[in-house]
């Protein structure tokens, strides 16, 4: 077995190993499902309430990806005008960060009451909780420039548009995949976050986090699981996703890509 | 076919930021269509000399002069320089498309032929070695078929032969389109087998303190090599060199 393979293999052995002992643990000490379910009780529990569950994960995928799909515009955009203005960028960032070291939790019952439209609301703070990432990195990305090169568009009277289009962007695109990787991650859990705020009470509340909230009403902690299972995997799927399209877009020239030898 | 300077700085000065001075009074006038090298020792100032040359940099004080021939100018810096997310051949035609050439790629892909490299012309940077990222730079500045063209230790990153194969076609571009160069290097013998004018300076601040007309066939060979004159004028440029470095000189 080749070394990739077995670093491959190596977190599934372990996944198993675990889920067995889990199941394990749960038959001998004989655990009724409200304390802890065992794995096959979850299974079970997903399998049985799949339409419901599977309608509220896209709900959360819906908001999830919108939010996203608008960091992404929003973050690279601010970037962009930061880029042209030194003065904009140090007048408005300081405002970024305050927004991004505000806790969501702590934000989204006050969104909630201004915006009338429980999705958009829910939408506008996983996107306050996703786009700074993007928008730091893609902004850090743009300032970076090799000063050699800035010199070599200079010398050969390069426009302040061929610089951005030549030079700067493309110096700036890994900078801008990291933080999309970060971001993606976090536009799942600002619509979760969010969702939970919103509880169980308002009439656009109905994507996982509502039902992981409903299910503790009534004690059914293996559905508890089988959501949060759920918001888990999309959480990975998106994070390698995100992987995935990074190493496409970088891997012809940028070291991070490179194959491990 | 000298004429007119192309370029000249007159007692020009160059202190940086919070630094002691780089150069000190420095005067040089580059005579179109000849071949000037610099050498002197690391930190003297050469690069800044060429920075200044390009227009890339200030003098603090007195004049640069730049011809209107000046402008088709070519620069290779001391590093490669070249952009990783393009391909070679990228890399050799941004100036031209900067500029908006029609043909950009076929011309920098002579240039690219001219220093040996047209097998790699769809290669990144990063698979390329630090010679060869060194010869893209080259082709970069031949490919826009410059009249003035200034090189930073073009060669240093290279062997024996490419380097000795590399000068000898330098020497004929020159020759054959009067190309008006000044070159730096640490080496001697490079300087003197290429040039017509071998510029020897000081410790930092960079002083200009011996300027040596080379005499030499206008086409040069391998044979120049075993010139008694080519060696002859090695040992000036040496010991002109030692004298600035504050050595005795030995001859
Ligand atoms: N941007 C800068 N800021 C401050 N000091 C600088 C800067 N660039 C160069 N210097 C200083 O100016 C002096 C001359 O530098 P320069 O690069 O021209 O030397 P050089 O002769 O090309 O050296 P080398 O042979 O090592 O390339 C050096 O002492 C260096 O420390
Ligand atoms: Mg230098």
């Known amino acids: ?261 | 076919m000298t004429g007119a300077a192309i370029v000249s700085l007159d007692r020009v000065g160059k202190v940086f930021e919070g630094g002691a001075a780089a150069l000190e009074a420095v005067s040089l006038a580059i005579a179109a269509g000849s071949f000037t090298s610099i050498v002197g020792p690391s930190g003297c100032g050469k690069s800044t000399i060429l920075r200044l040359m390009a227009g890339l940099a200030a003098p603090s004080s007195g004049r640069v002069v730049r011809s209107a021939q000046a402008a088709r100018l070519g620069f290779v810096f001391q590093e490669p320089t070249l952009m990783p997310w393009r391909r070679v051949l990228g890399n050799a035609a941004l100036p031209l498309r900067l500029q908006g050439v029609a043909d950009a790629d076929a011309r920098a892909l002579r240039a690219l032929g001219q220093v040996g490299l047209a097998e790699a012309a769809r290669l990144y940077p990063r698979q390329l070695s630090g010679g060869m990222k060194m010869r893209v730079s080259i082709a970069r500045a031949l490919a826009t078929t410059p009249s003035l063209l200034l090189m930073d230790e073009p060669f240093a990153a290279l062997d024996e032969i490419t380097r000795a194969r590399l000068g000898r076609d330098l020497r004929r571009l020159h020759h054959e389109t009067g190309l008006s160069t000044v070159f730096v290097t640490h080496s001697v013998y490079e300087s003197v087998f290429l040039s017509d004018r071998v510029v020897v300076m000081s410790p930092r601040p960079g002083r200009i303190v011996a300027d040596l007309a080379i005499a030499g066939p206008a086409l040069r060979d391998e044979g120049f090599r075993d010139d008694p004159a080519y060696h002859a004028q090695c040992r000036a440029v040496s010991a002109a060199l030692r004298v600035a470095m504050g050595e005795q000189a030995l001859v």
């Open chain 1, 1 to 261: 077995m080749s070394e990739r393979m077995r670093l491959a293999v190596m977190p599934l052995v372990m996944g198993v190993l675990a889920l067995a002992g889990w199941e394990a643990l749960v038959r001998i000490a004989d655990l009724p499902p409200y304390i802890l379910p065992a794995p096959s009780r979850i299974a079970e529990s997903l399998v049985e309430n799949w339409p419901s569950l599977a309608a509220s994960l896209g709900v959360t995928l819906r908001i999830t990806f919108a939010a996203l799909f608008a960091a992404i515009l929003g973050g690279l955009g601010l970037a962009l005008i930061f880029a042209q203005s030194r003065a904009l960028e140090a007048s408005l960032f300081p405002y970024a960060v305050i927004l991004q070291v505000t806790p969501m939790v702590a934000i989204a019952p006050l969104i909630l009451i201004y915006v009338p439209n429980t999705s958009a609301a829910l939408l506008l703070c996983a996107w306050i909780v996703a786009f700074f990432p993007i928008l730091s990195n893609t902004t850090a990305g743009l300032n970076a420039t090799d000063p050699n090169l800035l010199q070599l568009m200079q010398l050969y009277g390069a426009s302040r548009w061929q610089v951005l289009w030549h030079l700067r962007l493309p110096q700036a695109l890994p900078y801008f995949l990291a933080g999309l990787r970060i971001a993606g991650g976090l536009s799942l859990i600002g619509a979760v976050v969010a969702e939970f705020a919103a509880g169980t009470t308002s009439a656009g509340g109905s994507g996982l986090a509502f039902r992981i909230l409903e299910a503790s009403y009534r004690l059914d902690v293996p559905r508890m699981y089988a959501a949060l299972f759920l918001l888990s995997l999309s959480g990975i799927l998106i994070f390698a996703g995100i992987g995935v399209v990074s190493r496409l877009l970088l891997y012809p020239w940028h070291e991070s890509a490179k194959r491990p030898e």
